[in-house]
């Protein structure tokens, strides 16, 4: 079956410590994004991609960084240096990021929560 | 720069009964709109989407939305809630400004379906 796999479902965090959220899609998308979830908010952008070895900060990235060295790849490390981890992270893809954007739908995963020990 | 506000942050319901969640929106040019629906821990499905095609747009699950350009609006709306409808809905629209194809979601609608 086709779509986006987050792993692990749930995961802590010690203080201190980087902590890695996996996203993998067989969708054949080009770009993936990933998001943060807070309770009462919508979601945030914190870093997407639109190709493989190219990515770009979203609105919330401090404390976070990414890799993408292969196209169905786009795992989030959750530095020490982002002092409020607690959150839902969702992943998201999407076939390409040109042409007629609205037709190209953003297909997410099931979400890692994240807290914080 | 574009912006989604959802009206009701909690929307309570009766089985068999209408839906309605509200949202309007802001955009300077003619925008692209959302409705997606996430399940508790659960992530993100698309119900319906709006690309300047008919302003009426219906989705999965008997849900359709109408877009109101005069209004800034893009209300959610199915004629009769199920059970299975309880789940938290975001209204999000499409924002082009950054070269890049952004979402920028609402906060949130709770709705609550009771028997």
């Known amino acids: 079956d086709g779509g986006i796999t987050q792993s692990p479902k749930y995961l802590f965090r010690k203080e201190g410590q980087n902590v890695t959220l996996s996203c993998e899609q067989n969708?054949?998308?080009?770009?993936m994004y990933w998001y943060r979830q807070d309770p009462g908010q919508g979601l945030r952008l914190i870093y997407y991609?639109?190709?493989?070895?190219?990515?770009q900060k979203g609105d919330i990235a401090e404390g976070y960084s990414v890799s993408r060295e292969k196209k169905e790849s786009f795992p989030l490390t959750v530095t020490s240096a982002q002092k409020n981890p607690t959150a839902f992270y969702l992943c998201?893809?999407?076939?390409?990021?040109?042409?007629?954007?609205?037709?190209?739908?953003?297909?997410f995963g099931a979400g890692t929560r994240l807290s914080v020990l | 720069a574009q912006s989604v506000t959802q009206l009701d942050s909690h929307v309570s319901v009766s089985e068999g009964t209408p839906v309605l969640l509200r949202c309007n929106y802001s955009?300077?040019?003619?925008?692209?709109l959302f409705w997606y629906v996430q399940h508790p821990n659960k992530g993100l499905q698309l119900l319906l989407k709006?690309?300047?095609?008919?302003?009426l747009v219906k989705g999965i699950n008997g849900f359709e939305a109408e877009f109101k350009k005069s209004e800034t609006s893009f209300h959610l709306t199915k004629p009769s809630a199920h059970m299975s409808d309880a789940a938290e809905y975001f209204c999000?629209?499409?924002?082009?400004?950054?070269?890049?194809?952004?979402?920028?979601f609402g906060a949130g609608t709770r709705l609550a379906v009771h028997p």
């Open positions: 998201a893809s999407r076939r390409r990021d040109i042409g007629d954007m609205a037709k190209n739908i953003q297909y």
């Open positions: 969708l054949n998308h080009d770009a």
């Open positions: 991609s639109q190709i493989v070895n190219d990515f």
């Open positions: 955009s300077s040019y003619s925008p692209s």
């Open positions: 709006y690309t300047s095609a008919a302003t």
């Open positions: 999000v629209v499409s924002d082009l400004s950054g070269g890049y194809n952004k979402l920028i």
